[in-house]
C-alpha cells in the first residue's frame, strides 16, 4: 500500500508544544530557544498543538496563550503536566481545560503526559492518578461545551506495566521511545501496545526531534526512519497520528527539524495544496 497522499495525513500530524525556552537547560540543548509553540507550528507548517505544561508554566487560567492558538487546527491541552510540574500530583488541570474550550472551538482534548510511573510505587499505584479518578476525568471531559477527548502519553519502558485499565479510560495512547538506540525495537513496542490497549483507544506515535535519552542530537538517520515507519503505519490506519516533539527546539537549526520542515514543505506542494505558488 502507498503512501497516505498528505493533504489527507497533515491534519493527523501534531507538535508538542512547551512554553519557549523551556529545555534550554538540563537536556544538553546547544544554545537558548525563544521559539513560542504556535510560532514552531507555522515554521514546520503542522496544524495541529499538543500545549503541555512544563515545570508547572504555564499557570492556569491559560487564555492568554489560548488566544495566539486560535489559527490553529486542533489544540490539545495538558490537564496533567510533566514530572516537574508538582502541582499536578495533588490536583490537575481540568477545570481551567474545560472552561478553556467553552471559549475556544478548537480545543478538542486533554494530555496526561509523564502519566504512569516507571515501576509500581509504595502503594501498588502505577500511575499519577488512579482508574477511578480517570473516570472522573472522562465524565467531566464528555460534559463540556463540546465533548473533548483524554490523551495519555506511554513510554516504551512502561509498556511491561498492567496498564490496561488505566488506558480503558482514554480515548488516545501516545508512544514514545526516549533514546534513539530503541528505535530498532519500534515495530515491536507498536504490537505491544496494541495488546495492552483496549479496542477503541487510538494509538498516535511520539517523535522526539531530540535524544533527550542521552541529551545529545537525535541521529538523523534514525528520525528518518521513524518517520517513514509513521508514515506507513498511518496508511495502514494502525495509527491516528504523528507527534513532533518540541516547539521549545524547533529555531535551534537542528537536523531532525530542519529535515521535516523540508520534508513536510515538499510533500504539500505534491498535493499542489501549498501556498509556494508552484
Known amino acids: 500500500m502507498g503512501a497516505t497522499p498528505i493533504r489527507n495525513v497533515r491534519d493527523r500530524l501534531w507538535l508538542w508544544g512547551h512554553e519557549a525556552g523551556s529545555h534550554d537547560t538540563g537536556w544538553g540543548i546547544p544554545r537558548p530557544s525563544r521559539m513560542t509553540p504556535v510560532e514552531a507550528a507555522a515554521y514546520l507548517g503542522i496544524p495541529n498543538l499538543i500545549m503541555v505544561v512544563y515545570g508547572g508554566k504555564p499557570e492556569p487560567p491559560f487564555d492568554r496563550h489560548a488566544l495566539a492558538m486560535r489559527p490553529l487546527r486542533q489544540v490539545v491541552w495538558s490537564i496533567v503536566g510533566d514530572a516537574g510540574s508538582k502541582r499536578n500530583d495533588q490536583a490537575t488541570d481540568l477545570d481551567a481545560v474545560v472552561r478553556l474550550a467553552g471559549r475556544f472551538p478548537n480545543i478538542t482534548g486533554a494530555m496526561m503526559d509523564d502519566f504512569f510511573h516507571d515501576k509500581p510505587d509504595a502503594r501498588g499505584a502505577i500511575a499519577r492518578y488512579s482508574v477511578a479518578d480517570l473516570v472522573g476525568f472522562r465524565r467531566r471531559l464528555r460534559a ?33 521511545t526516549p533514546k534513539s538506540e530503541d528505535l530498532v525495537h519500534l515495530p515491536e513496542n507498536l504490537e505491544r501496545l496494541e495488546a495492552i490497549a483496549p479496542p477503541g483507544v487510538r494509538k498516535v506515535l511520539g517523535c522526539y526531534m531530540w535524544d533527550y535519552g542521552v541529551q545529545k542530537p537525535m541521529p538523523l538517520a534514525a528520525f528518518q526512519e521513524q518517520y517513514r515507519q509513521g508514515r506507513a503505519w498511518l496508511a495502514e490506519s494502525r495509527i491516528d497520528g504523528m507527534i513532533f516533539l518540541a516547539s521549545c527546539i524547533c529555531d535551534l537549526e537542528l537536523d531532525t527539524v530542519e529535515w521535516l520542515r523540508g520534508e513536510l514543505a515538499e510533500e504539500a506542494c505534491d498535493g499542489g495544496c501549498c501556498a509556494c505558488g508552484a
Do not use: F, K, M, S
Open 144 to 176: 463540556a461545551a463540546r465533548p473533548l477527548n483524554l490523551w495519555v502519553v506511554v513510554y516504551i519502558h512502561q509498556l511491561g506495566l498492567p496498564l490496561g485499565e488505566h488506558l480503558g479510560q482514554c480515548d488516545v495512547a501516545t508512544l514514545w
